[in-house]
């Protein structure tokens, strides 16, 4: 099962409702966060996230918003004497970013940090398991960005009944779920006959960007696009001055995209209600609703 939980929603600055942007997804043994604002740590306090879990954090970029609650996160997880190694993921500039970072205060403790630059310039997975991969993109901001997307490999589940009828038991089922046939008395049984294949989740996240091609790829497909929502529709001369999207423009590409459901975020403090945002995302694709704080959704 994949959850995603909503620590901030708000753009730029925090509110009294929404603080700045971070989401945490728990799958398997996996706790990847993407983006950290400040405020994040106390966020999964209040939701009950042990920050320990967290074992990747794939940054979007390093404006403020984004990125001010690393410093203190890093010093909490160094507390920890079982801490394992933290993977931080970023664009081009953030060795040098988290260099000039970690020197600003003094660590008692200090975690094993490896920090990789995502310096590509298309669609690329960056980091594969045999259950899920990590995707990225460059997506078009004041400074380097990237959009990510979390792809669920497809899974095999075997069917008891089939297994017990067939006569399979023991080290044949284990060959079975890797998907090679075995020899059961002589007869050849593949995991066809004994399994059923289930679709793998993909859920999309692009925040801080102006519309550009990269945010289909990233989305195509998914099961859950979770894109920033900074203006509506009726700012758009603002957001592109800005390089921000508005919600509309989200439901653009959800509805191109071919995705099931959209979810927006990263909201100016300007909308005190959902509404404008929502029905602007909904004159071009319906399926979808506006995250709140700690809101958590499960796949």
Same mark, same amino acid.
């Given at each position: 099962?994949? +959850?995603?939980?909503?620590?901030?929603? /708000?753009?730029?600055?925090?509110?009294?409702?929404? $603080?700045?942007?971070?989401?945490?997804?728990?799958?398997?043994?996996?706790?990847?966060?993407?983006?950290?604002?400040?405020?994040?740590?106390?966020?999964?306090?209040?939701?009950?996230?042990?920050?320990?879990?967290?074992?990747?954090?794939?940054? /979007?970029?390093?404006?403020?918003?984004?990125?001010?609650?690393?410093?203190?996160?890093?010093?909490?997880?160094?507390?920890?004497? +079982?801490?394992?190694?933290?993977? &931080?993921?970023?664009?081009?500039?953030?060795?040098?970013?988290?260099?000039?970072?970690?020197?600003?205060?003094?660590?008692? $403790?200090?975690?094993?940090?490896?920090?990789? +630059? &995502?310096?590509?310039?298309?669609?690329?997975?960056?980091?594969?398991?045999? $259950?899920?991969?990590?995707?990225?993109?460059?997506?078009?901001?004041?400074?380097?960005?990237?959009?990510? /997307?979390?792809?669920?490999?497809?899974?095999?589940?075997?069917?008891?009944?089939?297994?017990?009828?067939?006569?399979?038991?023991?080290? &044949?089922?284990?060959?079975?779920?890797?998907?090679?046939?075995?020899?059961?008395?002589?007869?050849?049984?593949?995991?066809?006959?004994?399994?059923?294949?289930?679709?793998?989740?993909?859920?999309?996240?692009?925040?801080?960007?102006?519309?550009?091609?990269?945010?289909?790829?990233?989305?195509?497909?998914?099961?859950?696009?979770? /894109?920033?929502?900074?203006?509506?529709?009726?700012? +758009?001369?603002?957001?592109?001055?800005?390089?921000?999207?508005?919600?509309?423009?989200?439901?653009?590409?959800?509805?191109?995209?071919?995705?099931?459901?959209?979810?927006?975020?990263?909201?100016?403090?300007?909308?005190?209600?959902?509404?404008?945002?929502?029905?602007?995302?909904?004159?071009?694709?319906?399926?979808?609703?506006?995250?709140?704080?700690?809101?958590?959704?499960?796949?």
């Amino acid at each position: 099962m994949i +959850e995603v939980c909503f620590l901030g929603t /708000s753009s730029m600055v925090p509110t009294k409702e929404r $603080n700045v942007q971070g989401i945490f997804l728990s799958y398997q043994n996996e706790g990847i966060l993407i983006d950290c604002g400040e405020g994040t740590q106390r966020q999964m306090n209040i939701l009950g996230i042990n920050r320990n879990r967290i074992t990747r954090i794939l940054i /979007s970029h390093w404006h403020g918003d984004h990125v001010s609650g690393l410093i203190g996160l890093i010093q909490t997880l160094g507390n920890n004497p +079982e801490q394992k190694t933290l993977y &931080l993921y970023g664009p081009k500039g953030t060795k040098t970013k988290m260099k000039h970072l970690l020197q600003s205060c003094s660590f008692e $403790n200090k975690v094993d940090l490896q920090i990789k +630059e &995502l310096p590509y310039q298309k669609l690329k997975t960056f980091f594969e398991t045999e $259950n899920f991969a990590l995707q990225c993109a460059p997506l078009k901001h004041s400074i380097p960005c990237l959009g990510y /997307s979390f792809i669920e490999k497809d899974r095999r589940t075997m069917l008891p009944q089939k297994l017990k009828a067939l006569g399979v038991t023991g080290h &044949l089922i284990g060959q079975l779920q890797k998907g090679k046939s075995v020899a059961v008395k002589g007869k050849t049984v593949t995991p066809d006959d004994v399994s059923t294949m289930t679709k793998g989740k993909k859920i999309a996240f692009v925040f801080d960007t102006l519309l550009c091609n990269n945010c289909y790829e990233l989305a195509k497909d998914a099961d859950v696009f979770i /894109s920033e929502s900074t203006y509506s529709s009726s700012l +758009e001369e603002k957001a592109t001055q800005y390089k921000h999207m508005t919600s509309q423009q989200a439901g653009i590409i959800a509805n191109k995209a071919n995705v099931k459901k959209l979810i927006l975020t990263h909201l100016s403090q300007r909308y005190k209600t959902n509404e404008e945002v929502l029905e602007d995302a909904r004159a071009v694709f319906p399926n979808v609703e506006v995250a709140f704080d700690f809101m958590k959704i499960k796949l």
